[in-house]
């Protein structure tokens, strides 16, 4: 029996999602995301290694505070970003007005509800840790009919460190269980399926361990990854704290052990395949 990955892949992220709501709905939220520098190095190493032509334009999906569409418009000829969350545009748009950068349009919008036709397809289109999508098929299919050159996403192959602190405390808080999101594997598998065959990359090396200074900030991302909203909790996770964060130099060190991959490949015309 052949086995659905699209529906393998939306029985997980149901059964792993911490809200219904966007996570970066939240300002808080989004602002920390964009305060940390590890993001912010990775990303301007990742756009000068994909080496665009400047002539080309980007579709970057889930762009969030600009972490690839800030260096590659100083690269390319035009970036669309797409990005639901207003707080995260809101960064984004501070970015850009400090680099000076005018080629970037933006589109305040889930991917999801994108027509073909609202945007014209772009030699690249990038997806970077940012799949959280029901339909990850339709997703995938609207990605590649969009594209001229190339597909690149970027996402997780194992358990993130997000879903460590998620399986240790989550249940303790909310008495009951969130499953580990999709990952990889699946999207090979459902690519395959397609007659798209991507290059996978594990991307050895990279790594965006936490640290803060300041004790609520680590106190406040904990919260966030366990959805909490009050002090009740507040002893749990300081002993968590303690028992799984490195201290120094007054700091609080998370490592990250999670593993990252890239996927790429070139497009096809999906319509003139399935005539063929």
Known sequence: MKLDWNQIWKDAFIESRLTG???????????????????????????????????????????????????????????????PSLPMISCLKRHLDEENLSNVEIINSRWEDVSSEETEAHDLVIASYSLNFEDIREALLKMN??????????WFAGITNWELIRMDLFSQVHNRKLALFPKCNVICNLL???GLYPDVEVLYGTSFPK????????????????????????????????????RGDGRLFMDDKTTYVKLSWMPKDMDLEMKL
Request: glycine share 4%.
């Open 21 to 83: 709501d966007n996570y970066y709905d939240n300002e808080e939220r989004a602002k920390s995301y964009d305060d940390s520098e590890n993001i912010w190095i990775d990303g301007r190493k990742r756009a000068e290694k994909l080496s665009p032509d400047p002539s080309w334009s980007v579709l970057d999906i889930g762009s969030g505070p600009g972490i690839l569409t800030v260096p590659l418009a100083r690269r390319v000829r035009a970036v669309t970003a797409v990005e």
């Open 145 to 154: 009919r969009l594209a001229k050159r190339k597909v690149i996403l970027y």
């Open 192 to 194: 395959y399926d397609l």
């Open 211 to 246: 640290e803060y200074a300041d004790y609520g900030k680590a106190l406040f991302y904990l919260k966030s990854t366990l959805n909490i909203f009050d002090e009740t909790h507040d002893e749990l996770l300081h002993n968590y704290l303690e028992d799984h964060w490195r």
